[in-house]
């Protein structure tokens, strides 16, 4: 495989932001356990490391959505934690999850009925969550087909198979607080877990809040909270706060490399289509990041507007013209002093003007979970830590998986 430094850009992952954000979680949390949400390569940051460093930081639980994302943080060592994993279909290695102590959501009859299965054939009790759907209207028990799987569930446990250790759900509307379904889904989670806890379920974990909730809804937190978003840095709910209200650094920084930097004349067009035209003699720099890196193509600029925003010799500028796929297209002014080979921030952690993975949220009219999750598979991720003396923006020199 290429070496880091061979790839013209990279995601500079702060584990310390990450470290420290959990802690910044937790304090938002005190009476709760924190499971850091680590699904989707950890929202794109790199699975391993970022739950390493959730886990320094004080998150006790680690949650996937895939079950092959949990076999495979335990495949890399990661066996001081508990870790539950939600979204599977029929035929999903459940025995493997079983065998590895991965607790399992089970959210619909026939998936209790394979986790019993997995159970029976690894010989060894399965940790059940039963997820209900509170109100999200996606993955869930409805609160009818509670009792019934309640029941067999807890006949299974009778059996020594499983043990129902949680009642979960999530919410529709976190990330607007005040929203009257955010109470509706709060008291069909108390009656639904007020069911579990009478029909005589020993239950260790009842757990509702993610990131939104986390920060926003103390009341919801029950016995442990679900971030996810947040433990990378990013506000869960700008239109409230940006991420330093909270107390939350973002950890990722997106840089890359001009590739080319050259002189072009007044009227001359600017990427595919030339929505873009330079007004005046200019100087152009390519950037060679495009979609195919995660770059939203929504972020193209036009004729009217600037694109994306980059920082690039202290100066604050947006995209000219499209994205492509494998590069951008910067208008770095007439006097323009850069060269091929300077560095150029598409997404930091704010300070000192450095745009964040939410500014390019808002120009490609979306939300950061999409911007930090569709970094491109082959951005190396790198990792210094700011905390233990490492620079934040530093040239990289480990590898993916350095935080092991
Ligand atoms: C993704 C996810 C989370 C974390 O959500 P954030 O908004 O990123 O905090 C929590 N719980 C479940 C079930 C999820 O799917």
Redesign the pocket.
């Known amino acids: 495989m290429a070496g880091v430094n061979d790839f013209p850009a990279r995601a500079v992952v702060d584990l310390g932001a990450v470290r420290g954000n959990v802690r910044a979680l937790a304090a938002h949390a005190p009476s709760a356990q924190v ?1 850091a ?1 680590v ?1 989707a390569d950890a ?1 794109g940051h790199g699975l391993v490391p970022a739950a390493l460093a959730a886990l320094e930081g004080g998150a006790t639980w680690l ?1 996937t ?1 895939q079950v092959p994302e949990a076999l495979h943080l335990r495949r890399a060592g990661v066996t001081g934690a508990r870790i539950l994993t ?2 599977y279909a029929p035929g999903a290695p459940l025995r493997e999850a079983v065998e590895a102590d991965v607790d399992l959501s089970v959210a619909s009859r026939w998936a209790l009925d394979e986790v019993v299965a997995a159970a029976r054939t690894a010989g060894r009790t399965a940790r059940v969550h039963l ?1 209900v759907d509170t109100g999200l209207g996606r ?1 869930g028990l409805m609160p009818g087909d509670l009792p019934d799987v309640l029941t067999a569930a807890l006949a299974a446990e009778a059996e020594g198979l499983v043990r129902v250790v949680g009642v ?1 759900s ?1 919410l529709a509307f ?2 607007d607080p005040g929203h009257p379904v955010v109470l509706q889904q709060a008291a069909v989670f108390a009656e639904a877990v007020a069911l579990v806890e009478a029909a005589g379920a020993r239950l260790e974990v009842r757990h509702l ?4 909730a ?1 920060l926003t809804a103390p009341a919801l937190h029950w016995d442990l909270v ?6 990378y840095g990013l506000s ?1 709910v700008p239109q409230v706060g940006s991420h330093d209200r909270f107390g939350l650094v973002p950890a990722m920084t997106l840089e890359a490399q001009l590739a080319t930097v050259k002189h072009v004349p007044a009227g001359s067009g600017v990427s595919y289509g030339h929505e873009y035209v330079v007004p005046h003699d200019t100087v152009l720099g390519v950037v060679p990041l495009g979609y195919a890196d995660g770059l939203p193509r929504h972020a193209s600029g036009s004729r009217d507007r600037w694109g994306g925003p980059v920082q690039v010799g202290g100066r604050r500028l947006g995209v000219a013209g499209r994205v492509c796929m494998d590069q951008v297209v910067l208008d770095l002014g007439p006097g323009a002093q850069e060269a091929a080979g300077d560095r150029v921030v598409l997404w930091g952690d704010g300070r000192d003007g450095a745009p964040t993975a939410q500014d390019w949220a808002e120009v490609a009219g979306t939300i950061s ?1 999409e911007v930090v999750t569709r970094l491109g598979a082959r951005v190396p991720r790198t990792y210094v830590d700011t905390e233990r003396g490492e620079p934040a923006v530093a040239a990289p020199t480990t590898s993916t998986g350095g935080a092991a």
């Open positions: 499971m949400v699904k929202y949650g959505a939600w979204l997820k993955n979960w999530h976190a990330d809040a993610n990131s939104a986390t679900r971030p996810g978003i947040a433990v869960p979970y």
